[in-house]
């Protein structure tokens, strides 16, 4: 898009394929190989508890990995950024596929979650510059859908590729889905910034724009904390309960599945609402929901109560897709966004990782359903900052 161009000259389909293509792509890959890594572990003789761990990997690898992500595309560009994300996740997941102890299999699982770091930024990035700031959240919005539907349709591609060879069979998907996204992202050229050229002079360091920041990390940053918490323990609530209830794991799955499917289905129309209205028209609502949908889970008594139940978060999470992406871009600068967007994803990660670890002691310490009702007054925490912190009628255009 030209620096003069008027937002209304501005399509999100004449983007579409170098955008969201690779990001649908990665989805895929990532969702192939999720179910698969702790049952690769466990064949490899690890424990329960091991084989989890190798599971966390991947959120380790990329929590450490979004502050070098971030030096490595302001270095090298969004385009360049995501081939060598491709590159580094295809191989990766060779090594996964060859690996013969736990010990290869968690180095590969960490590199996946380092690859993934540096893509998400990337595309981040390469987003917040194409696209005029008045379409910013629809934008946003249908990145972290598409991202979902590939996490939604890895799976079955994956359990596909499994009944016809083996378990590395889903790696081998996941290996040709994320070489495929490379390969989009390779043959195609960059989009022309929205804003124009980018400004000249030595780019700010990662420490003088958390300085100069400060104020913005310790207000909407802790609300997106909250958020990303709220969201990585939903994905283990659900299941919790429904063995909790003694529900079978067949009636758990379809439960998961069908919030999952309600969560792909509203992040575009979300979008334009915070285009329109302002951020916080979906903010709020997004974490009211979620945490009253968790605070109500420990009432449920049986497949039905835990299916409506699991609904409303799949709903909540949905109307908020693109949410923590979307306030990222509204508040980092021109000049060094790049580095801003990496703080701002590790702090995402960094609540995303320690969501479900206080879960976990929670539920130790106390019960399970103690542990998911904190979860849910977490979700209105994160509502209580975002409406106080995030404008009310106006995004901040950058």
Excluded at 103 to 108: E, F, P
Excluded at 119 to 136: C, D, G, H, I, K
Aim: net charge positive; charged share 10%; hydrophobic share 55%.
């Amino acid at each position: 898009m030209s620096k003069n161009a008027k937002p209304g000259d501005f399509s999100l389909w004449s983007i579409a394929l170098p955008a969201f293509g690779p990001s649908l792509l990665f989805g895929i890959g990532e969702g192939a190989i999720l179910p698969v890594i702790p049952l690769m572990a466990r064949e490899m003789g690890s424990s329960l508890a091991g084989a989890s761990l190798v599971v966390a990997l991947i959120g380790i690898g990329s929590l450490v990995s979004n502050i070098p992500a971030s030096l490595i595309t302001a270095k090298f560009g969004e385009r360049r950024g995501m081939v060598g994300a491709a590159v580094l996740s295809l191989a990766a997941m060779l090594t996964c596929v060859f690996a013969h102890n736990i010990w290869a299999l968690a180095v590969g699982v960490f590199l996946i979650g380092a690859s993934a770091a540096v893509f998400n930024l990337a595309r981040q990035s390469y987003l917040t510059e194409a696209v005029p700031p008045l379409m910013r959240a629809r934008a946003m919005s249908t990145l972290g859908g598409v991202g979902r539907i590939g996490l939604f349709a890895g799976p079955f591609i994956g359990a596909l590729a499994i009944h016809l060879t083996e378990l590395s069979g889903a790696f081998w998907v996941a290996a040709v889905a994320v070489a495929a996204a490379g390969a989009v992202a390779w043959w195609l050229p960059d989009l022309e910034p929205s804003g124009g050229p980018a400004p000249t002079g030595p780019g700010p360091t990662v420490r003088s724009l958390m300085a100069a920041h400060k104020r913005v990390f310790l207000t909407v940053g802790i609300g997106v904390l909250l958020v990303s918490a709220v969201r990585s323990s939903r994905q283990v609530v659900v299941p919790l309960w429904a063995d909790n209830l003694g529900l079978s794991p067949a009636a758990t799955s379809v439960i998961y599945g069908l919030s999952g499917a309600i969560d792909m289905l509203v992040f575009y129309p979300a979008g334009k609402v915070m285009d329109r209205k302002g951020r916080n028209w979906v903010a709020v609502p997004s974490m009211v929901l979620m945490g009253a949908a968790l605070l109500l889970i420990p009432l449920t008594t049986g497949a039905t109560t835990l299916l409506l139940a699991a609904l409303l978060i799949g709903f909540g999470n949905g109307i908020g897709s693109g949410l923590i992406m979307t306030l990222g871009a509204d508040y980092s600068p021109r000049h060094g966004r790049a580095q801003f967007l990496g703080i701002w994803r590790f702090m995402s990660d960094a609540g995303g990782s320690s969501g479900p670890a206080l879960l976990a002691l929670l539920t130790a310490a106390v019960s399970l359903s103690f542990g998911i009702a904190a979860t849910g007054v977490l979700g209105l925490a994160a509502a209580a900052v975002l409406g106080y912190w995030v404008p009310r009628n106006k995004a901040v255009h950058r």
